[in-house]
């Protein structure tokens, strides 16, 4: 009923920057938070942004002041800007979103298919 999908991940040295892009589609009513997270090896998948409906956004504190969040409702779309990236950074980066769909009540969480991304020089 719902898919996302991330573009934009890749490859790139220490200090540089990437921009990913999620892509709500489907029977979509409403769309409450959208957010980035992201899974490294042997490691837990863990909240990098989050972007509510009204705006307010949260950050992991090592990302904050690196990353940002944004969210375009008109196209159902949160971006997230990476500049001044860091080997720790690399991960696979999973696009979510809380949606409300035209045939279910409330939200329901969903989540893209990943996009890696490797900080690497």
């Known amino acids: 009923q719902v898919q996302l999908v991330e573009s934009g991940g890749g490859l790139v040295q220490p200090g540089g920057s990437l921009r990913l892009s999620c892509v709500a589609s489907?029977?979509?009513?409403?769309?409450?938070?959208m957010g980035w997270y992201r899974q490294a090896p042997g490691k837990q998948r863990e909240l990098v942004a989050r972007v509510n409906s009204e705006g307010a956004v949260d950050y992991l504190d090592s990302v904050r002041g690196r990353f940002t969040i944004s969210r375009d409702d008109a196209k159902f779309t949160v971006v997230l800007q990476m500049n001044s990236l860091r080997p720790e950074d690399t991960a696979v980066y999973y696009c979510?979103?809380?949606?409300?769909?035209?045939?279910?009540?409330?939200?329901?969480?969903?989540w893209g298919q990943g996009t890696q991304v490797t900080v690497s020089s």
């Open positions: 979510h979103a809380d949606v409300q769909t035209a045939i279910n009540p409330g939200y329901w969480p969903y």
């Open positions: 489907g029977m979509i009513s409403r769309i409450n938070g």
